[in-house]
Nanobody, 124 residues
Framework: HVQLVESGGGSVQAGGSLRLSCAVSGYIYGSYCMGWFRQVPGKERELVASIDSEGTTKYADHLQGRFTITRDNAENTLYLLMNSLKPEDTAMYYC???????????????????WGQGTQVTVS
């Protein structure tokens, strides 16, 4: 049974930083593409960043430079470091896993079939 559990969300002032974590269990973590998404009530879910099993990353264009996605395969943990936070970064952040292409993120947003429960980030 696959489980993804996010942590690290909270309230922060504009300009501050947060690091989100996602603990993964129940499968061979290293062979999955991993991603962070966010969603604001009433708006579509947005892919923030993804990282494949080899560490290749991809970011939403407007977030690159402020957000950094990393993974620790030995610890089965995914991270998202968010710097220079803005009020518009306020959202529920979700960690997700994609097992479509054995660790590669070729499937895009539609490939993510496993989800965590989310962690709220509020920037004021």
């Amino acid at each position: 049974h696959v489980q993804l559990v996010e942590s690290g969300g909270g309230s922060v002032q504009a300009g501050g930083s947060l690091r989100l974590s996602c603990a993964v269990s129940g499968y061979i973590y290293g062979s999955y593409c991993m991603g962070w998404f966010r969603q604001v009530p009433g708006k579509e879910r947005e892919l923030v960043a993804s990282i494949d099993s080899e560490g290749t990353t991809k970011y939403a264009d407007h977030l690159q430079g402020r957000f950094t996605i990393t993974r620790d395969n030995a610890e089965n943990t995914l991270y998202l470091l968010m710097n220079s936070l803005k009020p518009e970064d306020t959202a529920m952040y979700y960690c997700a896993a994609d097992d479509t292409y054995y660790g590669y993120c070729y499937a895009g947003e539609d490939g993510f079939g496993y989800w965590g429960q989310g962690t709220q980030v509020t920037v004021s």
